[in-house]
């Protein structure tokens, strides 16, 4: 039995690492997205954040990515931001129903 527990513990111990492990670049892009954006634009992420976690993920590592290519002249603000939640709802709801 103790050989059990201590497999489970070493397991448990291997899950908390790797959780660990995928929250650092999470928390890389919020950081990098934050510079990217004004404080008007940083409190809607934030509202979208709770409410759709993948969403604010998914928005902050795009805002990252035109970060470090240059595309951002000064900070994208909130009507900007409005845009891309705008394009990220459409692009998530492209789907069809077909009837037989």
């Known amino acids: 039995m103790n050989d059990e527990r201590s497999i489970e513990d070493i397991r448990e111990d291997r899950h908390e690492e790797l959780q660990e492990k995928?929250?650092?670049?999470?928390e890389e892009f919020k950081r990098q997205a934050s510079q990217y954006l004004t404080?008007?634009?940083?409190s809607r992420l934030e509202n979208v954040r709770t409410a759709r976690p993948e969403q604010a993920s998914m928005i902050e590592r795009q805002i990252a990515m035109i970060g470090q290519s240059n595309r951002v002249?000064?900070?994208i603000d909130?009507?900007?931001?409005k845009e891309m939640l705008k394009d990220l709802n459409d692009k998530d709801s492209d789907y069809s129903i077909k009837y037989r």
């Open 39 to 42: 404080s008007e634009a940083q």
């Open 22 to 26: 995928e929250e650092e670049p999470k």
């Open 78 to 81: 909130d009507s900007q931001l």
């Open 73 to 75: 002249n000064g900070k």
